[in-house]
Nanobody, 125 residues
Framework: QVQLVESGGGLVQAGGSLRLSCATSGLTFTNYGMGWFRQAPGKEREFVAGITRGGGITYYADSVKGRFTISRDNAKKTVYLQMNSLRPEDTAIYYC??????????????????WGQGTQITVSS
């Protein structure tokens, strides 16, 4: 069974930092690109960051560029999201996801094969 398990969510003050982890199992991790998405109440799930299989290329939503960093440790089969300079508008449930396709867009939620359960990030002002 494929499992993606996020951790590291919680409460943080505006301007603070948090690091999310997504531990995977049941898949050949190096065959999957990875992404982070988020969903706020009443809003659509949106792309946050993506990383290719080997970690050589990363993508970011304009809203988080310069503040968030996605990385992966293929030996640990884990993907991370370092979040700095957090803002109240970053408040959402954050999901990690795995994508097998090499040609599909890392930005597109529909392209992903597996999803984690999500972890809540709340940024207070």
């Amino acid at each position: 069974q494929v499992q993606l398990v996020e951790s590291g969510g919680g409460l943080v003050q505006a301007g603070g930092s948090l690091r999310l982890s997504c531990a995977t199992s049941g898949l050949t991790f190096t065959n999957y690109g990875m992404g982070w998405f988020r969903q706020a109440p009443g809003k659509e799930r949106e792309f946050v960051a993506g990383i290719t299989r080997g970690g050589g290329i990363t993508y970011y939503a304009d809203s988080v560029k310069g503040r968030f960093t996605i990385s992966r440790d293929n030996a640990k089969k884990t993907v991370y999201l370092q979040m700095n300079s957090l803002r109240p508008e970053d408040t959402a449930i954050y999901y990690c996801a795995a994508i097998y396709s090499r040609s599909a867009s890392l930005h597109d939620t529909r392209s992903y094969n597996y999803w984690g359960q999500g972890t809540q990030i709340t940024v207070s002002s």
